[in-house]
């Protein structure tokens, strides 16, 4: 049988199939999930997903993508580690740990975040694929991979993941590898670099800042053009020149790029069309910071004179004429403002010359000035793009764009940085202006310009002149002709580009020639002047940049252009000027041209040369052994020369400079001269502009530089500058040579080893001493305690001097060096730049110096002395910290030697200094991460010797307890607030690391030294259990909160530190022995929030702790009250703040019963407490749960259950705790109702005495009494119910603060206003609409939902007008998976117990308890109407049924209602908007009683609406038409005929004798319709318009037939009441003001409200009715009837007019009634639901729930209807006590019910019980103020049940 085998190669694979698994042991896999494989048998692999370690089990190897791997054995442990390329083993954990982030971005609807990881994860995968490749070259791949982590950095920010820290090759960094302090730093560097990628991607959309920043902080950038287009009708061929133009200047800043264009409207070469491209190079910061700046391009056509002239033929040719130009503002493109993208193409409009004798440049002056151009469609159409670097660079960047074809522009002019390799040497050439003199022609000349470059001997150089880039040089260039003027102004710009060499013999030709329109005439035109310029001077200097006024020439056109004529002239009228005030005469010499004296010329010049200077000092100085005697002169002048010059010549001057050095060896006399000048150079190049030339100077002296006597020269000036300053003298030179210090010594050291090599190493010693001595010179100068120029010469040389010594140690003794540098450093005043000198001290840190272990030991002394004193000082906190850290980081390195003294040292010093700066600065100091990061480095490189040592050098106990003290709480505190970013997990970490090592060094200490009896310290092992506990509990080591691949890296690299902590907690416990007492309570908190971190093994080694504990307090006290009390308090804010779990119950419960089993003392007690707990523990699981859910319903029931919880167990405090937790939710939700009966609970359990209290809320803890915080309580419940229109409750309140304010603190001001307020709340019941709540019946069905709610119903308090829908869509949301039933009966316990859920939800009516108060009396509706909605019990749900075969002629005689009624466990409102069911009873009505009902709830609402009308005239009339119609007409509803038909038949009566009596009743109904339905008639008739006149009529019509009909058949009945509002008190008889019994047995008043016999089948009448019977009417007008006009003549009728007038203002009901029953029978066994349309039929039912009058004589009671189950409950009687919630669900023993209510009647604290009326028992309390005595028969035990003959019947039973 095969077996499993271990695998040898296939260890580690990816799967690339799903594979869902249907086996146990199965492991499923998705396709990416990546295995360790540890076994493999016939096709299957064994092992384990590296998502869950935990579990191993077997997967099909077809599935699987082996992979390349080497195996690392840990301890027992394989540990699998792939061969991949380090960066694609990234690029793959990335990806996968985006991959989930990027499902939930997509689930979460984040689009716009989703769309960008997608593109980012696109990209990676990309990459990767390249560089599994492996075909990239190695600059590429450094590329790639740069790129790569640039985008996964950018991604973990945006993603808020861990921080990637690399070092510069982009590898990441290994912590075990790199010291602390450089993980510190690369953190930092990483932070800022992905700070600057966020920022610029921030501002991508207008991409300002990150472009400008960009492109200010590179030293050169380019703009790339490409023009795509130019339309332009021209006619003739054109030249265009491009160039950038500075507005603010006037001028052209780049060279011109000139692309020719043919007559035919496309390039002149047409290879060209589409590729006329070029790149304007060496723009630097200040031309991007120009004002403005504009892309111009001038178009220059080639042809005829004019082009109106018609015969080309006899024209002139190839002219060159001005015809327009475009200009383009693009200040905003190079500023980085605006987009600039090669496919975006821009329009540059073109402007014509108005005139062809314009200027070009004055045209271009007037587009840049114009806001908008006539352009007509003519211009540009160019891309541009900006472009970062030097021209190589963009080369490298953008070779699509530039490329070997596109034209290079320059600036004309040096850019800000010169690069040493460019070699340049362009002369740009400006032709400016001419003015010339027509002489004998009539009309001014047109005047051209020919340009050449010619040598001595006046030959023309060919193609030496370049019109623009992009164009081929030609030999002569032509300017363009302006038409007869005489003032012309050019303004064109050429370069002349010649060899070095043949600048000194070359000069410029200008001839000037008058051109003609017609060709005849054009072409006997000659020369008729000529102006010359040579481009070097005599001195050997080239021609100064600048405007250049030449000299014309006039004559013979041939002897013009002789070079030996004209070269013997002047060339400008400057130097002629000079002549002429030397006295010399220059109008005409040997046989020279005459001048034009009337004429002139003007050119401009510009020499961009890196090899021709314009400087005769410079030249001087080169050449010096030409003229010796100037050469003191020349070095003094070399200083003032330019620098841009000089650099151009640097090895040159160099060369020079060391020449004079060595030529003069053996004099002094340019010493000092030589010296300074080679500062002055060094200098230079210090400058931001030269700064790449720091190369050239160090390639100068490695390889050029061979003055091997220079060391000694410069040393002897050096020394003699510092002698001079050191005696406090001025020395200016020291201090420029400070700057150039570094390169000084360099010369120096290489002088001497050039010396040492030819002389094998002669002279050393004297070399030596002269070193020494300049070092002595400068520690001279650093005892000086002199100000001004002496300080600033020791700061120059604190901050200088450290360049030196890398060079000067390589050829000088480090010891000695290093002692010269130890005085150095003391020799300084201790307060005298103190900063200075910590950077010196840091510069000579980071020198090979110091890392020479014996040069350290001189030097480590000084520094961490002086770092002590100024960190004690809390001194220059930034340099200390900078200095410490270099210190630490060195002495990390290898090959440092042995580093233990140094850090004995560092310990000694500093440790304690360091950790008292880090608990002094605040977390939010900008240095506070910095010093935390140098003590974790200093703990880091401590040995387990170095800890001994520092532990056993405290002088006292004393002081070694106060360090210990001081490190618990500073890393107590670092771990509670991490001084590191969230996102530095990394450094985190190995923080975490070395804590760890440094708690466990000092638990040793603990143990050795503060354990036994007589040296115990208490609050130190306190301390120390409160940092490990905390640090066992930080965030950043709850690995289950990780992704899997952040987990198993941690796992990986640094284990869980968690375990090992606590296991060190749970020794050290055991270790206290007798001292564990002194732990108790202290120590519970932070052993339980050990225990509940989710850590298996963890908690069952720590877990027996609790045992430990109760065990201690039991033997000291004989039980563990205090303990069991800790827990329960800490419990409770341990799990809401997210920790514990099912788990952790079980585990808890477990190990603690185990434990207390075995002890025989403790098992009773410790059962009990397990118990405790775990009950508790799964009430608070069930309240975190739903803490944060949106559904309020289960929030809230779990706080509830709890405060029942804490109730039981009598903790007050968390009781109340909850109670206020549960007011803010019901706040939340704006449930002011319940919030007030809430905090009625807690205003209950205080006194009206001024008692202090305990304060448990924070809210109260500035009230002192009980008194006053009940009082404030109340106030607040009043508001609240306020706002939730719960006036009634708010009076009964108000009664009770003025009963005290009047009463018992006499505070009548007080009173007044509790009065006033009372009054307006009794104001807005009469005024005011308060929409009744519907209530809806709520069951929750099946096992999927939470326990407290699963197969229970609940009845809930819908909020104003929340419909039905509305509630099921709130349902729906809550539970998206749950099924609504359509049926409303109880469902079956297959549904039940079914997985699934199904929810029951429909409408239901309360049922109105009997009001007392109320009884026989006329209560107006807005009073009674609270009371048919709130304090109810009990509510009903009807729904008809069917009994029998259906009479499809009348539904209504078979038609039965099925009656349900809930009763709730407390009165609603209450503390909940909902209640759960605790009763249910199910009665039956018969056809009879249903009709009886319906036409009584008909007649209330005909009787309602009226006396709305009578109160408010202005009601509108259409509720009441609607009404009347449905009653009157038949046709509608089918009206009482169906009733006739049905009951009144003989055969009926015969048939059940039984029902005669509601026979009865319901004919006196009907009979009683009529006098309503007359009356609302008749109010309809006097508010009907005339449009509804004809329905009105009609009503009149059918009303006379059915009134007509009924008083034949049921006889007449009469409201006197109407007849005597009609209009008169005393017409028709003697009965005018008597109601008739029937009446009175027929009615109800209205203050009886109806429940609605409706089925869930009819929501949509439902909600109909519903809206129309919720309307309240408002505040009735009194009104005056004329009845109450008092006639002359009659007394009587004035009494009786009095009466009635007092009856009219009671106009809410009319009569008063006994209450009517009927007997219903039993419901058959065959009752079947009705699924006709009978639902719809059926009417509101109104019920009320009667309690008998105990007065009453048993045969005045009418019995109750026969078919409704009543009970006895609680009805208004009480409400001065009973105005709060219910009792919360528990019941409470008569102990803990003394500690929490003072009330044995309070309904809160029983149950309900019958008690008198409101009035009742406030008179009482009134007359029988309470005795201290009647506190204690308060506090009896609660009264019995109700007799059993008023409960109600159980379901099972009904």
Not at 606 to 628: A, F, Y
Not at 1363 to 1387: A, G, I, V, W, Y
Not at 1654 to 1668: P, W
């Amino acid at each position: 049988m095969p077996s499993w085998t271990r695998t040898v190669d296939a260890k580690y694979g990816v799967a690339v199939w799903n594979f869902k698994g249907t086996q146990e042991y199965h492991i499923p896999l998705q396709i990416g999930d990546t295995v360790n494989i540890l076994q493999v048998c016939e096709g299957w692999y064994r092992g384990y997903s590296l998502k869950n370690r935990s579990v191993t089990g077997i997967f099909p190897a077809s599935i699987i993508h082996i992979k390349n791997a080497v195996v690392e054995l840990r301890g027992n442990q394989e540990n699998i580690i792939s061969t991949e390329v380090p960066m694609v083993q990234e690029i793959t954990t990335t990806l996968r740990e985006w991959s989930n982030i990027w499902k939930q971005l997509y689930m979460t609807g984040q689009i716009s975040k989703f769309r960008q990881v997608t593109s980012m994860m696109c990209n990676l995968m990309e990459r990767r694929s390249q560089l599994l490749s492996g075909t990239l070259p190695q600059d590429e791949l450094k590329e790639l991979k740069q790129e790569v982590t640039t985008k996964i950095d950018f991604g973990n920010k945006m993603l808020e993941l861990d921080l990637v820290v690399r070092d510069e090759n982009g590898n990441i960094l290994d912590p075990d590898q790199t010291s602390i302090i450089s993980l510190f730093r690369a953190h930092k560097k990483a932070t800022q670099h992905i700070t600057d990628l966020m920022r610029e991607e921030t501002f991508q959309s207008q991409s300002e800042y990150s472009r400008f920043v960009r492109l200010t902080s590179s030293p050169t950038n380019a703009l790339f053009i490409w023009v795509r287009n130019f339309v332009c009708k021209i006619g003739e061929e054109a030249e265009l020149f491009m160039s950038l133009y500075d507005p603010h200047e006037q001028k052209i800043i780049s060279e011109n790029y000139l692309f020719r264009w043919a007559s035919t409207g496309l390039p002149k070469e047409i290879d060209m069309l589409n590729n006329l491209k070029v790149v304007f190079t060496d723009l630097g910061s200040k031309d991007l910071n120009r004002e403005r700046i504009y892309l111009v391009c001038q178009i220059v056509r080639v042809g005829r004179m004019e082009l109106k002239e018609t015969n080309a033929k006899k024209m002139t040719q190839g002219l060159r004429r001005p015809f327009g130009v475009s200009a383009m503002d693009i200040t905003d493109i190079l500023k980085g403002k605006a987009d600039s993208d090669e496919d975006k193409h821009h329009f540059i409009p073109f402007q014509q010359v108005a005139a062809e004798n314009d200027f070009l440049h004055t045209l271009i002056h007037k587009v840049v000035a114009a806001k908008d151009i006539n352009h007509k469609g003519q211009g540009l159409w160019v891309s541009m793009k900006l472009l970062t670097g030097d021209l190589k660079q963009i080369r490298k960047d953008h070779p699509h764009l530039v490329d070997r074809n596109t034209v290079v522009a320059r600036k004309m002019g040096f850019p800000e940085i010169i690069m040493p390799g460019d070699v340049r040497n362009d002369i740009y050439v400006t032709l400016v202006q001419g003015e010339f003199d027509k002489q004998n022609k009539t009309t001014q000349k047109n005047v051209e310009v020919l340009m050449c470059v010619c040598d001595e001997r006046g030959d023309v150089i060919p193609n030496a002149v370049s019109q623009g880039a992009g164009d081929k040089p030609v030999t002569h260039y032509q300017s363009v002709v302006y038409y007869q003027i005489k003032q012309q102004r050019w303004m064109e710009t050429v370069k002349v580009a010649i060899a070095i060499e043949d600048v000194q013999r070359t000069h410029l030709r200008f001839t000037f020639k008058h051109r003609s329109s017609a060709e005849s005439r054009d072409k006997g035109e000659k020369i008729f002047a000529m102006a010359y310029v040579k481009l070097m001077k005599p001195d050997g200097t080239t021609l100064r940049d600048g405007e250049h006024d030449l000299v014309l020439y006039k004559g013979d056109s041939r002897k013009l252009e002789d070079a030996s004529i004209y070269l013997s002239n002047l060339s400008c009228k400057q130097m002629a000027d000079q002549k002429l005030n030397l006295g010399s005469s220059f109008r005409s010499s040997s046989g020279g041209h005459p001048i034009c004296s009337r004429d002139s010329f003007q050119i401009s010049t510009l020499v961009c040369s890196t090899k021709l200077t314009q400087n005769v000092d410079l030249l001087g100085l080169l050449k010096w052994r030409s003229n010796t005697s100037a050469l003191n002169e020349n070095l003094k002048k070399l200083m003032k020369v330019d620098g841009g010059e000089v650099v151009k010549f640097l090895q040159d001057t160099l060369d020079a400079l060391f020449s004079i050095m060595m030529e003069f060896s053996d004099d002094s006399t340019y010493d000092k001269l030589v010296f300074d000048a080679l500062v002055f150079l060094i200098g230079l190049i210090a400058d931001r502009k030269f700064q790449h030339f720091n190369a050239v100077l160090e390639a100068y002296i490695r390889q050029h530089f061979s003055a091997t006597l220079a060391y000694k020269k410069l040393l002897s000036v050096l020394t003699g500058y510092v002698d001079i300053a050191s005696r406090g003298l001025e020395c200016e030179p020291l201090k420029r040579a400070f700057k150039a210090l570094e390169y000084i010594f360099k010369f120096t050291v290489r002088s001497r080893c050039l010396y040492s090599q030819l002389y094998e190493g002669k002279e050393k010693m004297e070399y030596e001493v002269s070193v020494q001595r300049l070092f002595e010179k400068f520690n001279v100068l650093m005892q000086s305690k002199q100000e001004g120029n002496t300080l600033l010469m020791q700061g120059a040389s604190l901050k200088y001097l450290p360049t030196v010594l890398q060079d000067v140690a390589s050829i000088f003794d480090p010891n000695l060096l290093s002692n010269l540098l130890r005085s150095f450093i003391q020799n300084l005043p201790p307060d005298r730049l103190v900063k200075q000198k910590l950077q010196s001290m840091t510069a000579i840190v980071n020198t090979e110096l110091f890392q020479k272990e014996e040069c350290r030991a001189i030097l480590l002394p000084i520094m961490t002395t002086t770092l002590n004193g100024l960190i004690q000082r809390r001194d220059e906190e930034e340099a200390c910290v900078e200095l410490l850290s270099n210190i630490l980081e060195v002495l990390y390195r290898q090959n440092m030697g042995n580093p233990d003294r140094d850090i004995q040292d560092i310990m000694d010093k500093l440790l304690r200094s360091v950790n008292q700066m880090v608990i002094g600065l605040g977390r939010d100091h900008s240095l506070i991460s910095n010093f935390v990061a140098c003590m974790t480095a200093i703990l880091s490189q401590m040995e387990h010797s170095h800890y001994t040592n520092y532990i056993n050098a405290f002088q006292t106990r004393q002081d070694l307890m106060d360090f210990l003290m001081e490190t618990f709480i500073m890393f107590k505190d670092l771990i509670g607030k991490n001084v590191y970013p969230p996102d530095w997990m990394v450094m985190s970490m190995v923080q975490n690391r070395v804590f760890l090592r440094a708690i466990s060094q000092y638990a040793e200490t603990l143990n050795k030294m503060f354990l036994n009896s007589n040296c115990f310290e208490l609050q130190l092992w306190n301390n120390y259990f409160h940092l490990t506990v905390a640090f066992l509990t930080q965030e950043s080591l709850q690995l289950e909160n990780f992704s899997n691949a952040k987990r198993a890296a941690i796992i990986c690299k640094y284990g869980d530190m968690r375990g090992i902590i606590g296991a060190g907690i749970r020794d050290m416990w055991y270790n206290l022995g007798q001292h564990k007492i002194r732990f108790i309570p202290g120590m519970v908190g932070p052993i339980l929030e050990m225990t509940l971190v989710p850590e298996v093994e963890l908690r069952k080694s720590t877990i027996p702790i609790f045992f430990d504990m109760m065990h201690c307090e039991f033997q000291y006290k004989g039980d563990f009250r205090t303990f069991e009390d800790e827990i329960i308090k800490n419990l409770d804010h341990e799990v809401e703040g997210g920790r514990g779990d099912e788990e952790y119950k079980h585990l808890f419960e477990s190990i603690l019963l185990k434990h207390c089993r075995i002890n025989q003392h403790l098992e009773k007690q410790g059962e009990t407490f397990v118990a405790l707990v775990t009950g508790l523990l799964a009430r608070l699981l069930d309240y975190r749960t739903v803490m944060n859910d949106e559904n309020q319903a289960h929030s809230m029931s779990c706080t509830v259950n709890l405060l029942n919880f804490y109730k039981d167990i009598d903790r007050e405090e968390m009781y109340i705790r909850y109670l206020y937790k549960l007011r803010d939710l019901h706040l939340f939700y704006e449930n002011f109702t319940e919030a007030a009966f809430t905090l009625l609970l807690h205003a209950k359990l205080l006194k009206w005495a001024d008692d202090q209290f305990a304060s448990h809320i924070q809210d109260f803890q500035g009230f002192q009494t009980q008194r006053q915080l009940k009082e404030n309580l109340y106030n607040k419940i009043i508001e609240y119910f306020d706002k939730g229109k719960m006036w009634e409750e708010a009076i009964h309140l108000c009664k009770e603060l003025a009963e005290q304010y009047e009463m018992q603190v006499f505070d009548y001001e007080l009173l007044s206003e509790t009065l006033q307020r009372q009054a307006k709340f009794y104001e807005k019941i009469m005024n005011v609409l308060r929409p009744k709540p519907d209530y809806f019946a709520i069951g929750y069905n099946g096992q999927s939902f939470p326990t407290f709610i699963r197969n229970k119903v609940f009845i809930y308090r819908g909020k104003e007008y929340e419909r039905r829908e509305d509630l099921e869509q709130m349902l729906l949301t809550q539970f998206p998976n749950m099924e609504l039933m359509k049926t409303t009966s109880s469902p079956g316990d297959e549904i039940k117990n079914s997985p699934g859920q199904f929810v029951q939800c429909f409408t239901v009516q309360p049922i109105l308890a009997e009001q007392q108060q109320f009884r026989n009396k006329n209560v107006p509706e807005q009073i009674m109407g609270f009371f048919k909605a709130n304090n109810v019990l009990k509510f009903s749900y009807s729904r008809p049924i069917r009994r029998g075969p259906k009479d499809p002629e009348n539904e209504f005689a078979s038609m039965w209602i099925e009656r349900t009624t809930f009763t709730t466990a407390y009165k609603m409102p209450g503390i909940l908007r909902w209640f759960e069911v605790v009763q249910t009873s199910l009665t039956y009505v018969s056809p009879l009683e249903n009709a009886i009902e319906t036409m009584q709830s008909s007649n209330d609402k005909i009787l309602t609406m009226i006396n709305q009308h009578h109160s408010d005239p202005n009601l509108s009339i259409n509720p009441l038409s609607m009404l009347l119609n449905g009653t009157v007409d038949p046709a509608v509803m089918g009206g009482f005929a169906k009733y006739e038909t049905a009951f009144f038949t003989e055969k009926y009566m015969s048939e059940h004798p039984e029902d005669m009596d509601n026979i009865t009743k319901l004919k006196d109904l009907i009979a009683w319709q009529i006098p309503l339905l007359d009356e609302g008639i008749r109010v309809h008739g006097k508010k009907v318009t005339e449009a509804l006149k004809p329905f009105h009529d009609r009503m009149v019509e059918c009303f006379a037939q059915l009134k007509t009909k009924v008083e034949n058949q049921y006889g007449i009945r009469d409201l006197s009441f109407f007849e005597e509002r009609r209009g008169g008190g005393g017409g028709g008889g003697g009965g005018g003001g008597s109601r008739p019994r029937s009446m009175i047995r027929s009615f109800r008043p209205l203050s009886v409200i109806s429940s609605s016999s409706l089925s869930s089948a009819s929501s949509d009448k439902e909600t109909s009715r519903v809206s129309v019977d919720s309307a309240e009417p408002p505040l009735p007008k009194k009104q005056i009837s004329r009845s109450q006009e008092k006639p002359p003549d009659s007394g009587m009728k004035e009494i009786e007019e009095k009466r009635l007038t007092r009856r009219e203002n009671r106009i809410s009901g009319l009569f008063a009634s006994r209450k009517s029953s009927v007997s219903a029978p039993t419901p058959p066994p065959d009752v079947d639901e009705e699924p006709s349309r009978l639902s719809q039929l059926v009417s509101d039912t109104r019920m009320v729930e009667s309690h008998p009058d105990p007065e009453q004589p048993a045969k005045e009671r009418s019995p109750s209807l026969s078919g409704q189950t009543f009970s006895s409950i609680n009805g208004f009687s009480g409400r001065i006590k009973s105005a709060r919630p219910p009792p919360l669900p528990r019941k409470i023993n008569p102990s803990l019910l003394e500690s929490f209510s003072q009330d044995q009647g309070d309904p809160l604290l029983s149950p309900p019980v019958h008690q008198g009326s409101a009035m009742e028992q406030f008179q009482n309390k009134a007359a029988c103020p309470a005795t201290p005595d009647d506190s204690k028969t308060l506090k009896s035990p609660p009264p019995p049940p109700p007799p059993k003959n008023k409960r109600v019947a159980p379901h099972s039973q009904s």
